[in-house]
């Protein structure tokens, strides 16, 4: 594998923080036996460590300085001569005090990046909402390969979390109109600090029905579309024909959100709302991506579908080269028919 290659797929995984066994190990090794080996060590470095996101951003100071012992036990291991920069990075990271939130960056085939500040852990202020989940890397790959089903279009994501799937659409698919939504307070909050780190301005606007702000990114070319992004506080159980008609939505797309058998309900009756309360116009396209970790749940969910009358299917599988998974688990997209 050529250098530069190598020294690509080391710098998703790692921006992306996946976990260490997910790297290209074995082909760093082979490259270090080669006459360039400390060449190909000091690329990734620059690539991963030393990269000007990272530095400004940084991951969290205890994935850092394991993949930097990693680094250093692979260079060892080659009996190379030893490379200061390696060990110079080590010490300065050994100095940082951990910190409950860390960046993640994940690269976009447009050259772009999604960069998202999150919690160090699965659960924080009682919520798994502050990190991103499998299905949300799933439904954003997904929805880069077939833009047009976003482009000039009014979308709403349930449950975004901290923004990862949205801000994804909104840099690369062209959505007219973006609506983030979540009930968590300390979600909502991080949520729109992240969209702000991707270069969106929120900007209060009165005209809106539900508690949310909007914005338009800023252009970064001529011919970009702007899409306005608003960030929108919705409980399921509770929404309100008023806020039903402020949304409107040509698509509706959510990841992992079919986890608790006790929110399910609420979750088909929001979707029956917005098949009953525009019916002067089409209804939305829908489409639910999830993690199927408990199958009981997930068959319950797709019982209440059917007890609602509401059809469904399910999606291809599709590949997942862009948003590297730690592992390969079990995503389905549901594509719902309201």
Request: a negative charge.
């Amino acid at each position: 594998m050529a250098g530069p290659e190598l020294g690509l797929r080391f710098q998703r995984c790692f921006l992306a923080a996946r976990q260490l066994r997910a790297f290209p190990w074995l082909e760093l090794e082979h490259g270090l036996r080669t006459s360039r080996g400390s060449s190909l060590l000091l690329d990734i470095l620059h690539r991963t460590i030393l990269h000007p996101l990272c530095v400004k951003y940084p991951l969290s100071a205890r994935y850092r300085r394991c993949f930097l012992t990693e680094l250093i036990k692979k260079h060892e291991s080659a009996v190379a001569e030893p490379l200061d920069e390696l060990y110079d990075a080590l010490g300065a990271i050994l100095n940082e005090e951990e910190s409950t939130h860390c960046y993640k960056h994940y690269l976009l085939p447009t050259g772009e990046c999604v960069t998202l500040s999150e919690s160090v852990a699965v659960i924080s202020e009682g919520t798994t909402g502050l990190v991103t989940w499998e299905a949300a890397l799933h439904l954003a790959e997904w929805a880069l390969q077939n833009p047009s089903g976003f482009r000039n279009r009014t979308v709403l994501e349930l449950g975004s979390g901290i923004g990862f799937t949205g801000i994804a659409i909104c840099k690369t698919c062209n959505p007219k109109t973006y609506i983030f939504s979540d009930y968590h307070h300390r979600v909502l909050q991080q949520l729109k600090q992240n969209i702000c780190l991707n270069g969106f301005v929120l900007e209060p606007e009165a005209a809106q029905h539900i508690q949310l702000e909007s914005g338009g990114q800023k252009a970064e070319g001529a011919n970009q579309q702007n899409p306005k992004v608003i960030v929108a506080e919705l409980e399921w159980g509770s929404v309100t024909e008023k806020q039903l008609l402020a949304l409107q939505p040509d698509v509706i797309i959510a990841a992992d959100v079919v986890y608790d058998p006790e929110i399910i309900g609420a979750l088909v009756g929001l979707l029956q709302q917005f098949s009953t309360s525009r019916a002067d116009r089409k209804p939305p396209e829908v489409y639910i991506a999830s993690t199927v970790r408990n199958p009981d749940t997930y068959h319950l969910f797709q019982a209440q579908l059917d007890k609602a009358g509401i059809g469904w299917q399910i999606i291809p599988a599709h590949s997942n080269h862009v948003f590297l998974c730690d592992v390969h688990p079990n995503v389905t997209i549901l594509q719902l028919f309201i």
